[in-house]
């Protein structure tokens, strides 16, 4: 049943408009109040929003901006004489779907509410296949049990709701595009476009041009006017995805788009309004370039207004298991197989460094997957992927203290991620299994990476896995 709902101070004319969309799966109710057609709206949204331009006590604008920020896609259609006609088709512009004039004939409406429900109906259909999609796991959404990592996503999620520029910071292949999309898709501009920018992939001769846009004759080979990048993240989300490599002129340049959120084009001289959200990230130390003169100082920190900080995935174990199966699950579906990995081969998986992060587990198991027959998936099919463990042989050359140091710290840290991985990643438990308390369980994880000992590592570093 698609609802419909009227907000016209003529009482005459909903009653009208009520006679004239008497159709299957078509429920219409109409409101003279628009203080209360706006309450009634915001409290159940309906599908289609039939609205008056001028009425006594709030304007149909106010009505519409109200609607417009607490539900963007939804069809606003305004109902205006003729006087206001420039009224309304300023709203079109602002994202009102579409206007009629009074008087109106049957035809003219049955056209504009069809093409509305149609587009509504569309829609739903999209979030209730993203959510299936979701649901199987099909989807690029941040997936986590570390309480650190799900600390810095729920700063994510509060951030979405403002047009704040967020600064993603993360070793490679931590997930910041994914984190990036995470925000666009939980903000006000989620139907509006998501512009990927990948600043280090780009000579610094072409982004400019690429991000700006040029006019036609601005240099050789410019036979035509071209939109940029940020103009084409209009209504949506800019990313700037490793922003530590721009140059530092471009950065001024981007540093004046920030602050007056316009531009000129290569060439051009006028000025252009672009609305977008802007979203960076890097994997480098801009505090360290900007000591050295390589990043600008005022653009840090306009763009991190917001920061979050990813962890990398050694720093998150319980998540490497959880992650495994995960990305085990959707290969299978994806190759249409049935497997499933032994207890030992999420050990494995405990063992290694994953200096590539989240990106590097999720390739091994897709490799893992597209080249497994079927059945249970075991430690010996890491093989190719993992390093070849140290032995008492290679360590011969060493001296004792060192040779023996390094052997039982590389022991040390085996045992405790094994344990960890039959308690499927809860620290807590891990500790008690092994009977040692949770400071001392931490540094037995931490001793292949630092065989001296070094500082602890925060209680807040690994969760807690409960």
Not at 148 to 156: F, T
Not at 171 to 199: L, M, N, W, Y
Not at 324 to 346: D, Q
Request: charged content about 25%.
């Amino acid at each position: 049943m698609s609802r419909v709902l009227v907000i016209d101070d003529e009482g005459a004319l909903g009653e009208n408009i009520q006679r004239m969309l008497r159709l299957p799966g078509v429920y219409v109710s109409s409101f003279v109040d628009p203080a209360k057609g706006l309450a009634e709206a915001l409290a159940n949204p309906p599908d289609l929003v039939l609205l008056d331009v001028r009425m006594p006590g709030m304007s149909g604008e106010e009505v519409f901006v109200r609607l417009h920020a607490a539900f963007p896609s939804l069809p606003i259609v305004f109902l205006t004489a003729f006087a206001s006609v420039e009224s309304a088709v300023l709203a079109m512009r602002n994202g009102a779907f579409d206007y009629l004039q009074k008087p109106f004939k049957r035809e003219d409406l049955l056209l504009v509410v069809n093409r509305a429900l149609s587009l509504s109906a569309l829609q739903h259909e999209v979030a209730q296949l993203q959510g299936r999609l979701e649901s199987m796991g099909e989807t690029e959404a941040a997936q986590s049990r570390s309480a650190v990592m799900l600390d810095q996503m729920d700063k994510c999620r509060r951030a979405a709701t403002t047009n704040a520029t967020v600064l993603i910071l993360g070793e490679s292949g931590t997930g910041k595009e994914v984190t990036a999309r995470f925000i666009h898709s939980h903000s006000q501009r989620k139907d509006g476009p998501f512009v990927p920018v990948e600043c280090s992939a780009m000579p610094g001769s072409l982004i400019e041009s690429e991000l700006f846009g040029y006019e036609r004759g601005a240099f050789t080979g410019a036979e035509r006017t071209k939109k940029g990048l940020i103009e084409s993240a209009d209504g949506g989300t800019l990313f700037l995805d490793e922003i530590g490599d721009l140059g530092v002129e471009l950065q001024t340049r981007l540093f004046r788009f920030v602050e007056e959120r316009s531009l000129r084009r290569l060439g051009g001289l006028a000025q252009v309004r672009v609305d977008c959200r802007i979203l960076c990230a890097t994997n480098q130390d801009l505090l360290a370039k900007i000591k050295a003169g390589t990043f600008r100082e005022e653009l840090y920190y306009r763009l991190g207004v917001v920061t979050v900080k990813l962890p990398p995935l050694r720093e998150r174990l319980e998540d490497i298991p959880h992650l495994a199966r995960f990305f085990l699950e959707r290969f299978s579906r994806r190759y249409g197989k049935s497997l499933s990995g032994s207890p030992r081969f999420y050990e494995a998986l405990l063992k290694e460094r994953w200096p590539g992060n989240v990106r590097q587990l999720k390739n091994v198991m897709e490799r893992l997957t597209a080249l497994h027959p079927g059945g249970e998936i075991g430690p010996e099919d890491l093989q190719e992927d993992s390093p070849v463990l140290e032995n008492v042989g290679d360590l011969s050359a060493l001296p004792w203290k060192d040779a023996r140091e390094q052997y039982l710290s590389s022991f040390e840290n085996s045992y405790a991620q094994a344990v960890l991985a039959r308690c499927d990643g809860n620290v807590s438990a891990a500790a008690r299994e092994a009977g040692v308390d949770r400071k001392t369980f931490y540094s037995l994880l931490k001793r292949e990476k630092d065989p001296q000992g070094g500082e602890p590592i925060p209680q807040n570093d690994l969760g807690t896995g409960e």
